[in-house]
């Protein structure tokens, strides 16, 4: 049994049921296979100020100090955090806030190896947590943390120190392991261990009684993904302009709901756009049986979660061409890449799928070549060859 501390800002929890949820499906299987103890350390903001500026620091109090999700021990630890300041202090502040607690858990629990998600400032705070505790560490690349945060002085300073003294490197996708090179990462520490889908979970739902839930009919899209610039939610609308007799539906909140609420009005597309909202998530897998094609128009994304739940209902996919996308949607199967990523691009991308919709049973099969067993063992593997070679 491997005793696993995991290290991490993203992570669901009783007030953010949805945050991070990427990284608990995968802590979830790797304890289901009974061969791994996890316990989380997610770390949250606080600030001693309430306000209309800083009102979202009082959202973060209502993170419980620790709950148990799933069999899981969570701990929440709170550190300060200096709005309008900038992200610079960040690392050493949350490894303030949060070295008491991993101190203690290690003495209890008898803790093996320290395994980080998102390498800025997690992966920084995890690697100095490893060195004064004297434990192995694991970080996960996922994506903006390998094409966004180095663009920084500071923090691309502070990333190239943390993977210099990683023991391993985790890519979710193999288009991470470029970028990482050109940081300085040590080729022999990095491997690729893809995200999964759960199979169980997301699975065809009934096509008629999906559709009359969600109250659509004729060509339907939907998109998942918070609200904000990067998910591209506004010229996937401003692409509904073109694409008459379709309905797209928004799952998802965020800081720019109120600019797509008035996009939408100015465009004339009330009724045709609708904003769901948050959409919890044992109730995706209906949104997307309802739907003849999810749409993500990303400027960014590692390896987006949303396409496999999508193609793992049977609904194929739109996605823009960046980073792992590609590695996802690779067959026709799968769906269609967009190439220029545009109103116009976004529009001919759907156009094209929708004249040629792939058979919804093939586009399972594929999803199912990605469940979640292979990334399982590749980090029991990896995990033990750490703990076995780390002195102690």
Same mark, same amino acid.
């Given at each position: 049994m491997i005793n696993i501390l995991s290290f991490t800002t993203l992570y669901p929890n009783s007030a953010q049921p949805v945050h991070g949820v990427f990284v608990e499906n995968r802590l979830r299987h790797l304890v289901a296979s009974g061969e791994a103890r996890v316990t989380v350390v997610a770390p949250v903001p606080w600030f001693p100020y309430r306000s209309r500026l800083f009102g979202r620091y009082s959202d973060y109090a209502r993170v419980p100090r620790h709950e148990v999700r799933h069999?899981?021990?969570?701990?929440?630890?709170?550190?300060?955090?200096?709005?309008? %300041? !900038?992200? *610079?202090?960040?690392?050493?502040?949350?490894?303030?806030?949060?070295?008491?607690?991993?101190?203690?858990?290690?003495? *209890?629990?008898?803790?093996?190896?320290?395994?980080?998600?998102f390498l800025y400032p997690d992966g920084v705070v995890a690697t100095r947590l490893a060195q004064d505790l004297n434990l192995p560490v694991c970080l996960t690349a996922r994506?903006?943390?390998?094409?966004?945060?180095?663009?920084?002085?500071?923090?691309?300073?502070?990333?190239?120190?943390?993977?210099?003294?990683?023991d391993a490197i985790v890519?979710?996708?193999?288009?991470? *392991?470029?970028?990482?090179?050109?940081?300085?990462?040590?080729?022999?520490?990095?491997?690729?261990?893809?995200?999964?889908?759960? %199979?169980?979970?997301?699975?065809?739902?009934d096509r008629v009684a999906a559709r009359q839930k969600w109250g659509v009919a004729g060509n339907t899209l939907v998109s998942v993904g918070l609200l904000n610039e990067r998910k591209g939610h506004h010229l996937t609308i401003e692409a509904m302009t073109g694409l008459p007799h379709t309905t797209l539906l928004i799952a998802g909140s965020g800081e720019r709901r109120g600019a797509l609420e008035t996009q939408i009005k100015a465009l004339g597309l009330t009724g045709r756009v609708r904003l769901l909202g948050q959409v919890p998530h044992e109730e995706l897998p209906s949104l997307f049986s309802a739907a003849d094609a999810t749409v993500l128009a990303s400027s960014r994304e590692g390896w987006a979660n949303v396409l496999?739940?999508?193609?793992?209902?049977?609904?194929?996919?739109?996605?823009?061409?960046?980073? !792992?996308?590609?590695?996802?949607?690779?067959?026709?199967?799968?769906?269609?890449?967009?190439?220029e990523r545009s109103p116009q691009g976004i529009q001919?991308?759907?156009?094209?799928?929708?004249?040629?919709?792939?058979?919804?049973?093939?586009?399972?099969?594929?999803?199912?070549?990605? !469940?979640?067993?292979?990334?399982?063992?590749?980090?029991?593997?990896?995990?033990?060859?750490?703990?076995?070679?780390?002195?102690?």
């Open positions: 069999g899981i021990d969570v701990f929440h630890p709170r550190f300060l955090s200096l709005p309008k %300041l !900038g992200t *610079q202090m960040t690392p050493s502040l949350m490894w303030r806030g949060t070295r008491d607690l991993v101190v203690d858990l290690k003495r *209890q629990l008898r803790i093996d190896l320290l395994d980080a998600h994506g903006s943390d390998v094409t966004q945060w180095p663009d920084y002085p500071a923090p691309r300073k502070r990333i190239v120190d943390s993977i210099s003294k990683a890519t979710v996708c193999d288009a991470l *392991q470029t970028p990482l090179l050109d940081l300085g990462a040590d080729a022999a520490k990095m491997q690729t261990l893809r995200n999964g889908v759960d %199979l169980d979970m997301f699975q065809p739902k496999l739940e999508s193609m793992a209902c049977g609904t194929p996919v739109a996605a823009t061409n960046i980073w !792992g996308t590609p590695e996802v949607v690779a067959v026709p199967e799968a769906g269609v890449l967009i190439d001919q991308g759907i156009e094209q799928l929708l004249a040629n919709l792939p058979d919804r049973d093939a586009t399972r099969a594929y999803a199912e070549g990605f !469940g979640w067993d292979e990334t399982t063992q590749g980090q029991l593997r990896l995990f033990r060859d750490l703990t076995e070679a780390h002195p102690r």
